[in-house]
C-alpha cells in the first residue's frame, strides 16, 4: 500500500497562482503513475493531471490544458502540481492518488487510481 499525503493548498485572487505537493511512500510508491483529481460537494471527481512514475509523461484535463503543470521529482518521491491562472471554477478539494494498474497508462479514470489523499483545499476568489 502506497500512502501520499497533499500540501499546498490555499485561498487565492482570480489570476493568481498555487503550488501543490504529492508526498508518496510506501515500497511501490516510486514505481506508479500518479494522478491529481478535484472535487466540489455535490459533483463527480474530476480528472486534473497524471504523471508518469519517470515524469517524462504528462497529461492533463481539458479544463487545466495551458494553466497547469505537473511534475515529480523521484528523488523525493514527490508529485508537484503548479496552478497558474486560476479562476473560481478551480475551486475544490484536489486529491492525490496513484494508479491502481500498474501500468505505464496516463489514465484519467478515478476508478483506476487508488490509495487516496485526505486532499488539500483550494479556494479561488472572484
Known amino acids: 500500500q502506497v500512502q501520499v499525503v497533499e500540501s499546498g493548498g490555499g485561498l487565492v485572487q482570480a489570476g493568481g497562482s498555487l503550488s501543490l505537493s504529492c508526498a508518496a511512500s510506501?515500497?511501490?510508491?516510486?514505481?506508479?503513475?500518479m494522478g491529481w483529481f478535484r472535487q466540489v460537494p455535490g459533483k463527480e471527481r474530476e480528472f486534473v493531471a497524471a504523471?508518469?512514475?519517470?515524469?517524462?509523461?504528462?497529461k492533463n484535463g481539458d479544463s487545466v490544458k495551458g494553466r497547469f503543470t505537473n511534475s515529480r521529482d523521484g528523488a523525493k518521491n514527490t508529485a508537484y502540481l503548479r496552478m497558474n491562472s486560476l479562476q473560481p471554477e478551480d475551486t475544490g478539494i484536489y486529491y492525490c492518488?496513484?494508479?491502481?494498474?500498474?501500468?505505464?497508462?496516463?489514465?484519467?479514470?478515478?476508478?483506476?487510481?487508488?490509495?487516496w489523499g485526505q486532499g488539500t483545499q483550494v479556494t479561488v476568489s472572484s
Open positions: 492518488a496513484v494508479d491502481a494498474t500498474y501500468s505505464e497508462r496516463l489514465s484519467s479514470s478515478v476508478d483506476d487510481f487508488e490509495d
Open positions: 510506501g515500497r511501490t510508491s516510486r514505481t506508479r503513475v
Open positions: 504523471i508518469s512514475k519517470s515524469g517524462d509523461r504528462t
